[in-house]
């Protein structure tokens, strides 16, 4: 069964910090691997998405990378502002999307 | 540009009723699809909607229908809402199926009580 888990759960971060989430998917055939993030009340805003093996797309303090297996998002020197949820989300063959739990950031100033 | 707008914000409804909430998308974009989002389950996909027609369904009752009309706009019902139904209910919108940059709305806030 196609399944995408993300991890930690949760976590807290000083500002400046730097860390990476993880993102692992089974899906075979894979599409597409897309990052979101997600304020407490909003819909998800759209981040990253990423092709294939190899692939690493930036912007601001994120960087996403993407392997045969998992992704990356790395964060580099943090800001409160940066707290939030990040989900990831797999596009299969037929065009489904499989979305991950998410993993919530805190990052305290 | 405008972005993608779902109303209401929020309801509560009572178990047995049934409820439609709608989904503007972005201007030019024909695809829509809608999702689930719990705090157990995270987000997963109930259908998507391209050209008045569905394309796509995930693993959902028969309860939970939608369509699209011809200037894009799209509407999800459940029918004999139960308990387990209470989550919030987003909208993305993108220029073509499966399209790689999905655009969420703020969401439907449902409660059933």
């Known amino acids: 069964e196609d399944q995408v888990t993300q991890s930690p759960e949760a976590l807290r971060l000083q500002e400046g910090e730097s860390s990476s989430l993880n993102c692992s998917y089974t899906?075979?055939?894979?599409?597409?691997l897309f990052w979101y993030r997600q304020d407490p009340g909003k819909g998800p805003e759209f981040l990253f998405t990423?092709?294939?093996a190899g692939e690493e797309k930036e912007k601001e303090r994120l960087k996403a990378t993407l392997t045969k297996k998992e992704s990356f998002l790395h964060i580099t020197a943090p800001k409160p502002e940066d707290s939030a949820t990040y989900l990831c989300?797999?596009?299969?063959?037929?065009?489904?999307?499989?979305f991950g739990t998410g993993t919530s950031l805190t990052v305290i100033p | 540009k405008a972005g993608v707008t779902q109303t209401p914000r929020y309801l509560i409804k009572t178990r047995g009723q049934q409820v439609t909430l709608s989904c503007s998308p972005i201007?030019?974009?024909?695809?829509v699809s809608w999702y689930q989002q719990t705090p157990g389950q995270g987000l997963q996909f109930l259908f998507e909607?391209?050209?008045?027609?569905?394309?796509n369904k995930g693993n959902f009752p028969g309860r939970f229908s939608g369509r699209q009309f011809s200037n894009s706009r799209s509407e999800m019902n459940v029918s004999t809402l139960e308990l387990g139904d209470s989550a919030l209910y987003l909208c993305?919108?993108?220029?073509?199926?499966?399209?790689?940059?999905?655009?969420f709305g703020q969401g439907t806030r449902l409660t059933v009580v």
């Open positions: 993305a919108s993108s220029l073509n199926p499966g399209g790689t940059e999905a655009f």
């Open positions: 899906v075979s055939g894979l599409r597409g």
């Open positions: 201007s030019g974009h024909r695809s």
């Open positions: 990423l092709y294939s």
């Open positions: 989300a797999v596009q299969a063959p037929g065009n489904q999307f499989y």
């Open positions: 909607y391209f050209s008045e027609t569905q394309r």
